[in-house]
């Protein structure tokens, strides 16, 4: 984005300006826009601004759309409105994002989770790296931070389906588009070089990106490369516990033996931790292009990305035990424990680091021609995406188990509250004072491999209204190969007081500095190499793998043959222009689930097949009251498989009275639902619209967390892991407005707004302990907001934009642990610039200036944790020629 510092009464005059003169000014557009559609003609504004070029290009992708779309675009060639794709798209009416360490990472549309979404590059399916950084895994979830924006040229965000688009997207279909040569119709040279400084990190980091693009002079064959190149230093101040449990029966708070607290929720143990990472992402795009007439066009891409995460995490904790509360010291608010002290507590003291690897390629062949009436094209389609622990993830422990007098006293979640600790008798930077306790040792290497090829057909017709028949197949491949393997080590370790020599000073100061709480800052800081340097040797690595890393690691294989035909309208509704399409989807999807499973104790390779076809009809029409005025209705069946990691069968057998088994399920089918979307759209110009539109989605054999039954080598087991079954659903509404403020006087002539808002409500039946349980859908936020202010003129150009969220259900209460919650949260960043020249602009942007951390809470606004990344500003340079 092109920003430079800006004056600040220019700034607070142009706000106030906008917030008193929007409303006013759009009656005269209003009218003249009627004057126009009588006309038969749409009212001409021009469109200076980058900023303002960009959102006249996302809102003719969404006006040319038969169904329900939202679109961002570059304002300019390596330009995006963000410095990641995520971050951009939550301008996006509902779409919201999930951060990690201050950085967008998924995308939730309309409210459901991540794994609701299918991310697509030019239209195919892309490879999805896997978090390898610990156990947890997101199955098909694309991540967008390994992703540079500055690659990207457009993001569509489909909400109606069509026939012709790939299942598997309940929540929304997120495309992103790649330059193209013959696009930008000429030679063209971009570049730009920018220094990020992370405030909290206290590090400034370098950003280089380019494009080069040729086409021949007839404007039918060309060529483009562009690369971009990002570090990024990030530190993240953290305080969290592990959890809330609920007691129905109370606790002992006085010491007697009786339960006499009443139903309760208390806290488990508390872990302030520092995290420090050091990035490195490096991509590139190559594309060529060949269109020798207006029948025939050949495309070829290739896209690269390569990124490389260095962390260092830096921990302690307060434990306690209800039994071994100081009796009378319970403090108790509002049902909930939130304080207390404990004569024989425990503490642990760690240290865990590793390098990651991340590597996504996509490669796309495809070309479409003409014989006679039929239009015939094909795509191929490859892409991998391969993480790794390239450097072992490694924790060296140290703890009391025992003995450790402390209090504690959990605040309410306000914005900026820690739990407080003070220990009694320990000292966290006396090495004396500490045993170690073990060694860890973990690797993870996830491959994830698509590839695809499909033929297509379309030709015109006339046929009861129908103007167009559109038919293709599909064939895809897809593998996830993950393994995991762990090594601990004990013998050498536990028990054993290691001097200062095997420590290292503190790397930080002001740890948590902007928290309020009383807590120790600093603490023992395990010297990795006089720990790590003769462990794992060559006889570590050698030696087999243990069951337990045979069951953790796991191959799915997915065969999935796809056909669709389907019928496009252009016709009149009581004399009104109506456009649209219906059609079908067929889909089948074979699975292959491979592992190993204990059996009797004996590790066992299994494997497992499943198999399922899924009819998915769709229909979407626009009605046009005027050529300003449109409705959208959508109706379609829609499907997303399950996650990768819960079909693994990752299996323990027991055998007795009740054959049972745990683990993962290879028998999972996918989610369906049936979705429902009513919009209407008044375009007043082709930068300025209102919007406003309604939704609905029922889903069934929603999967949760249950018990089946699973059957094995013909013996039925009863199997704890997930399971369809449950349903749930989502209504929500959006409403969106955007407008440039042309026909105000000078100088603020050059304002303009963004904005949208997002109502939703969810609804989702749980089973716990095989009881109904009914509650919202986790990570979905009933009411969310975006909010862009922007001034473009004389080559000024200045913008802000706030995202809200509403405080969302984080995690649903089950098996006696209390439901977690995620508090409101927004962000402001601040993005200006100066055109030097035609050819060269300078720029400055801030992310989270007003430096907003991120809270999760319990019942009653009780302290689940707390994290702050801090604000991140950049200045850099950008040059076209």
């Excluded at 600040?8 to 557009?29: K, R, T």
């Excluded at 990030?234 to 007691?247: I, V």
């Excluded at 793998?545 to 016709?571: G, K, P, Q, V």
Aim: aromatic fraction near 10%; proline fraction near 4%.
């Amino acid at each position: 984005m092109k920003r430079v510092p800006f004056s600040s009464n220019l700034l607070a005059a142009s706000i106030s300006s906008l917030c008193a003169l929007s409303l006013p000014f759009l009656a005269p557009f209003a009218s003249a826009q009627q004057g126009s559609a009588e006309d038969g003609l749409i009212q001409e504004i021009v469109v200076q601004g980058s900023y303002s070029k960009s959102l006249q290009s996302a809102l003719e992708t969404k006006r040319n759309a038969v169904g329900v779309v939202d679109a961002i675009a570059a304002e300019d060639i390596g330009k995006f409105p963000a410095q990641n794709i995520a971050e951009a798209l939550q301008r996006v009416t509902g779409v919201a994002v999930v951060r990690d360490r201050g950085e967008g990472v998924y995308v939730r549309v309309r409210g459901l989770g991540s794994n609701f979404q299918v991310t697509s590059l030019n239209g195919r399916a892309m490879a999805v790296n896997e978090n390898v950084r610990t156990s947890g895994q997101f199955g098909r979830q694309f991540r967008f931070d390994t992703l540079p924006a500055e690659l990207v040229a457009s993001v569509d965000v489909i909400k109606s389906p069509t026939a012709d688009l790939e299942e598997g997207a309940i929540g929304g279909t997120v495309n992103i588009k790649t330059f193209k040569p013959l696009d930008l119709k000429e030679i063209k040279y971009t570049g730009s070089i920018q220094a990020s400084h992370s405030e909290l990190a206290d590090k400034t980091d370098p950003r280089l990106s380019g494009l080069a693009s040729w086409t021949n002079s007839d404007n039918t064959f060309g060529a483009l490369i562009s690369a971009a190149y990002a570090e990024r230093s990030l530190r993240q101040d953290r305080s969290l516990n592990f959890g809330w449990t609920q007691s129905t029966a109370g606790i002992d708070t006085d010491g007697n033996g009786s339960l006499d607290s009443g139903p309760i929720i208390t806290p488990g143990g508390i872990r302030p931790t520092l995290e420090l990472e050091d990035r490195e992402r490096m991509g590139v795009a190559t594309a060529l292009q060949w269109r020798p007439d207006d029948d025939t066009e050949v495309n070829f891409d290739v896209f690269y990305v390569d990124q490389t995460v260095d962390y260092d995490e830096f921990t302690y904790s307060a434990d306690y035990t209800l039994a071994k509360l100081v009796p009378g010291s319970a403090i108790i608010r509002d049902g909930a424990l939130i304080g207390g002290s404990t004569n024989d507590g425990a503490v642990q003291i760690g240290r865990e680091s590793s390098g990651i690897n991340d590597e996504n390629l996509a490669v796309g062949l495809n070309g479409s021609t003409y014989f006679g009436e039929w239009k015939l094209s094909a795509d191929l389609f490859h892409s991998t995406a391969n993480s790794e622990d390239s450097d072992p993830i490694i924790r060296t422990r140290f703890r009391r188990t025992s003995g450790v007098a402390f209090d504690f006293y959990f605040p309410k979640v306000n914005g900026d509250s820690v739990p407080s600790i003070h220990y009694k008798n320990a000292d966290l930077m006396d090495p004396s004072q500490w045993l170690g306790r073990r060694l860890e040792w973990r690797t993870i290497r996830a491959e994830d491999e698509e590839q695809a090829i499909k033929f297509d057909a379309e030709r015109e017709l006339d046929f009861l209204g129908f103007n167009k028949l559109t038919s293709g197949i599909k064939f895809r491949e897809r593998s996830r190969d993950y393994f995991r393997r762990d090594l601990v080590l004990i013998n050498g370790i536990e028990g054993v007081v290691f001097d200062e020599s095997y420590f290292e000073s503190f790397p930080v100061s002001g740890f948590l500095g902007d928290a309020k709480g009383e807590f120790p800052t600093v603490w023992l800081v395990p010297d990795e190499s006089k720990f790590w340097s003769n462990y794992p040797g060559a006889a570590d690595l050698a030696a087999p793998l243990s069951s337990a890393d045979l069951r953790n690691s796991y191959l799915i294989e997915e065969s999935i043959t796809s056909a669709y035909a389907m019928l496009d309208m252009e016709n009149t509704l009581a004399g009104l222009p109506l456009k649209g399409n219906i059609g079908v989807r067929v889909a089948q999807t074979e699975q292959t689930s491979s592992g190993h499973a204990a059996v009797s104790g004996v590790t066992t390779p299994v494997s497992f097949d499943e198999d399922y076809i899924d009819v998915l009809p769709s229909a979407n029409f626009s009605l046009h009251w005027a050529d300003d005025l449109i409705t959208r209705a959508a109706i379609a069946k829609v499907i997303t498989r399950p996650d990768l990691q819960d079909m693994a069968p990752r299996l323990t057998f027991n055998s007795g009275d009740i054959n049972t088994a745990s683990g993962g399920n290879p028998n999972l089918n996918p989610f369906e639902a049936w979705q429902y979307d009513l919009t209407l759209e008044w375009y007043l110009d082709k930068v300025t619209a209102l919007s406003a539109g309604v939704f609905y989605k029922d889903i069934s054999t929603f999967i949760q967390t249950r018990k089946s039954t699973l059957v094995f080598n013909g013996i039925p087991y009863e199997l704890s892991s997930k399971v369809n079954g449950s349903n749930a659903d989502v209504t929500g509404m959006e409403v969106a407005y955007q407008q440039v403020f042309d026909q105000l006087p000078a100088p603020f002539d050059g304002l303009g707004i963004q904005a949208n808002y997002t109502w939703t409500d969810s609804s989702a039946v749980y089973v716990d302990n095989d009881k109904s349980v009914k509650g919202d859908l986790e990570d979905v936020a009933k009411n969310s907001y975006n909010l862009t202010a922007f001034y473009e003129k004389n080559g000024i150009g200045l913008r802000l934009s706030y995202s809200w969220r509403d405080g969302v259900l984080n995690q649903i209460g089950t098996n006696s642990l209390a439901s977690e919650n995620k508090a409101a949260f927004g962000t402001l960043d601040l993005s200006a610039s100066y055109e030097l020249s035609d050819r060269i602009t300078v720029f400055v942007e801030g992310i989270n200036i007003t430096d907003e951390a991120q809270q999760d809470f319990v019942q009653g606004d009780e302290f689940r944790s707390y994290t702050d990344y801090g604000s991140t500003y950049s200045l850099g340079v950008r040059a076209s020629f």
